[in-house]
């Protein structure tokens, strides 16, 4: 589905990298705009004087995190925990190509859905510019998301039990796993969160998952919150505790590879969310193969805009 989506509310959260703005104590920004404040929906300092480009100027060596609640009433309704939108980040035609982000959060009694990025690149850093009242172009929903595995019980009358549901996040890796989460709780599943990531500041929407009801474990490269090191060595303690039905994971190659490797050694499904780099996310450009195991384990590709972006992880061979 090709639609126009109205940027309802702006959110952003980053970490300057200038020596002078940390020692002021300074390295963490937290903005908010809403289309209800008034104007476009920004303080009127920020209405009047021209944006900085995030990831160029402000945020140059820095890190800069964008969530857009969007407005898109059909789009909330059809949409999966795990799927994409393909989505332009400009008017103009620089750049031509649309970006794939994952769905944040779905809502579909607002007909909301939210997407959280980070600033990498031309694209992301002008949607990063993109303010309330904006209207984005969108293409999606787009390929196969999460499949939340149910245990059955057929000598209790085919009846499903609570699971565990253990899920794995490294840095921006956590974005499509909220809308997971939400689900899952939803169902009565209770909802484990692991979230690794080189920072503190690098850690995203932890409080909407604690607010779910989810327990979250957190862990950091540089040690300044949580576990000093790997998320999955915390995924290796609640393995060999046997406290994980099925595992979601979305994050950086080495953490999936790990992921992949610790859910076949502890006999536990396992989904990953990968990424590669789109062309058109619609299966058409082959951009995006990705090796498989075919019938009897043969090696075959499989386009991760089509048939994935999740697949089980006993399926993917991770480069
Ligand atoms: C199915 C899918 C869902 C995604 N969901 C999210 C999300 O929810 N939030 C989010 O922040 N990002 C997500 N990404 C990654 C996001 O699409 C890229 O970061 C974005 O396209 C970069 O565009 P750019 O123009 O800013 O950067 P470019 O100028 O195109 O590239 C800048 C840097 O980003 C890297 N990059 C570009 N495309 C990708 C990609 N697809 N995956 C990994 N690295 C890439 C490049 O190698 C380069 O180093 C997703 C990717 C896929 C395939
Ligand atoms: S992005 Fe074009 S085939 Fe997948």
């Keep these: 589905m090709d639609l126009l989506a109205r940027i309802e ?37 920020e209405a009047t004087t021209p944006r900085p480009v995030p990831g160029r100027d402000e945020h140059r060596d820095g890190v800069l995190y964008v969530r857009l609640t969007l407005r898109a009433g059909e789009l909330a309704q059809q949409a999966e925990p795990g799927q994409f939108v393909m989505v332009k980040a400009d008017d103009g035609l620089d750049p031509f190509l649309r970006r794939p982000l994952s769905f944040h959060r779905i809502n579909q009694e607002r007909g909301e859905v939210q997407i959280l990025f980070q600033v990498k690149g031309r694209g992301t850093g002008l949607l990063a510019r993109r303010l309330p009242g904006d209207a984005l172009q969108l293409l999606g929903p787009l390929g196969r998301g999460f499949t939340l595995e149910q245990r059955m019980f057929p000598e209790n009358g085919a009846g499903t039990q609570r699971q565990r549901v253990v899920l794995v996040g490294g840095g921006i890796g956590v974005a499509p796993l909220l809308a997971l989460a939400e689900k899952a709780a939803r169902g009565g599943d209770e909802v484990l969160l692991l979230l690794g990531a080189r920072s503190r500041d690098d850690l995203l929407a932890v409080s909407d998952f604690r607010a779910l009801g989810a327990q979250v474990h957190l862990a950091t490269d540089d040690g300044s919150l949580g576990h000093h090191g790997l998320i999955t060595d915390l995924l290796d303690q609640v393995l060999r505790e046997d406290a ?35 062309g058109c996310g619609l299966g058409a450009c082959i951009g995006c193969v990705v090796g498989t195991k075919g019938p009897g384990g043969q090696p075959t590709y499989k386009k991760v805009c089509q048939d994935g972006p999740v697949f089980p992880a006993q399926e993917v061979i991770l480069p």
Excluded: H, N
Aim: glycine share 12%; with cysteine.
């Design 244 to 278: 994980a039905d099925a595992i979601y994971a979305c994050g950086p190659l080495p953490m999936l590879k790990k992921v992949a490797q610790l859910a076949d050694q502890f006999g536990r499904p396992a989904q990953l969310s990968l990424e590669e780099r789109m």
């Design 9 to 45: 509310r702006r959110e952003e959260w980053g970490r300057v990298a200038s020596e002078k703005a940390q020692a002021a104590g300074d390295g963490f920004l937290w903005r908010t705009a809403d289309k209800s404040q008034g104007g476009r929906g920004l303080p009127a300092r």
